[in-house]
T-cell receptor
Framework: DTAVSQTPKYLVTQMGNDKSIKCEQNLGHDTMYWYKQDSKKFLKIMFSYNNKELIINETVPNRFSPKSPDKAHLNLHINSLELGDSAVYFC????????????FGEGSRLTVL | AQKVTQAQTEISVVEKEDVTLDCVYETRDTTYYLFWYKQPPSGELVFLIRRNSFDEQNEISGRYSWNFQKSTSSFNFTITASQVVDSAVYFCALIHNQAGTALIFGKGTTLSVSS
């Protein structure tokens, strides 16, 4: 079983559309994250949740809305997609808030045309 | 403010060469943690090591070794006798020992090992 799984792995869509990426972890962790990796491979934190509560929201446009229905799931919904949203989005989890190891999903490559 | 700098954007070596990837960090906190992650061409992020700010002992794991020096705010990573499978992007990262913070990554160093 994959520890942190994301779907879909690839997503190609048109500008202006709305799309979602789902993430699930089966590690029993309390904390989950979304990171964005741009075309230059730079990884930047977007959001973190701890036990369904939003902890970090890093100056991300409000077109991005994370939702955590329970502590094992953290989904990312993006409205009105723009060309600049094209990136690889990584979900991750850690045991709890604090400096623990992050376990990453395989990434979801979003291409906006 | 916290920051991680990986000044080497790309490094190319031939198999069996030793290679060192540099990482310099900035933080005002006394308690923090440093990480290295590997991202092979397949794209996943693989955890390599975590080191806390109070433990300056160097670490060796097989062909991998890490040199942590607080005096120079560096946490360098050396691969001995590199192999083609070591080709990847390597990220150094920093996090403070506070709830509500997240890993801050450097921009990564792309290592290419040719046969």
């Amino acid at each position: 079983d994959t520890a942190v799984s994301q779907t879909p792995k690839y997503l190609v869509t048109q500008m202006g559309n709305d799309k979602s990426i789902k993430c699930e972890q089966n590690l029993g962790h309390d904390t989950m994250y979304w990171y964005k990796q741009d075309s230059k491979k730079f990884l930047k934190i977007m959001f973190s949740y701890n036990n369904k509560e939003l902890i970090i929201n890093e100056t991300v446009p409000n077109r991005f809305s994370p939702k955590s229905p329970d502590k094992a799931h953290l989904n990312l919904h993006i409205n009105s997609l723009e060309l600049g949203d094209s990136a690889v989005y990584f979900c991750a989890s850690s045991l709890s808030l604090g400096p623990g190891e992050l376990f990453f999903g395989e990434g979801s490559r979003l291409t906006v045309l | 403010a916290q920051k991680v700098t990986q000044a080497q954007t790309e490094i190319s070596v031939v198999e069996k060469e030793d290679v060192t990837l540099d990482c310099v960090y900035e933080t005002r906190d006394t308690t923090y943690y440093l990480f290295w992650y590997k991202q092979p061409p397949s794209g996943e992020l693989v955890f390599l090591i975590r080191r806390n700010s109070f433990d300056e002992q160097n670490e060796i794991s097989g062909r991998y070794s890490w040199n942590f020096q607080k005096s120079t705010s560096s946490f360098n990573f050396t691969i001995t006798a590199s192999q083609v499978v070591d080709s990847a992007v390597y990220f150094c990262a920093l996090i403070h020992n506070q709830a509500g913070t997240a890993l801050i990554f450097g921009k990564g160093t792309t290592l290419s090992v040719s046969s």
